[in-house]
């Protein structure tokens, strides 16, 4: 029995077509959508630490029983964001939120320094498959964009 060709090719394309496509991971979207939410952030530039052995791993063989949420604790120990920018010491527990969309499951790296956008009442920092609320190893100009954001300067996301 013959296999059509258009048949292959549709076999070895078809599975990109159902990749995770994101936007790109913009802090001044992030500030915006804290900012505007009901939900109440603190923002910390600081070292994440928590135990990766519990970040969401996917079983390709049984994907569905990936879950949407897996809360980790964690701690983060630096400065949070205040009028003068960040000054004021912060060290405290929070809750990792690492979620999967499907089988796509975030990453996050343990002792990195993080740009964490934290709810205020849950003391959660989400972070998903297109990035969330933290951002790890932040650049300078990413710092720069919240500082910005935070003084009530421009804060446009940037589209990549």
């Known amino acids: 029995m013959r296999i059509p060709v258009l048949s292959i090719l549709f ?9 995770l496509s994101c936007m790109p991971h913009d802090v001044a979207q992030v500030y915006r959508e804290a900012a505007d939410s009901e939900t109440r952030y603190f923002v910390v530039l600081g070292e994440l630490t928590f ?18 949420d897996t ?20 060290d405290g527990q929070i809750t ?16 990195a320094r993080y740009l964490a956008f934290v709810n205020a009442d849950s003391r959660e920092l989400v972070v998903t498959p297109c990035g ?17 954001c935070h003084r009530g300067g421009a804060c446009e996301p940037v589209m990549r």
Do not use: H
């Open 11 to 19: 076999s070895l394309i078809a599975p990109a077509a159902f990749a």
């Open 96 to 111: 990792l939120n690492a979620q999967c969309f499907g089988p796509w499951c975030a990453s996050a790296v343990s002792g």
């Open 71 to 90: 809360r980790i604790p964690a701690r983060i120990t630096g400065k949070s964001l205040g009028a003068d920018g960040f000054q004021k010491a912060f």
């Open 132 to 148: 969330g609320f933290g951002f790890a190893n932040p650049s300078n100009e990413v710092i720069d964009t919240v500082l910005q």
């Open 51 to 68: 135990d990766k052995r519990k970040l969401p791993v996917t079983d390709w063989d049984k994907q569905m029983d990936t879950p949407p």
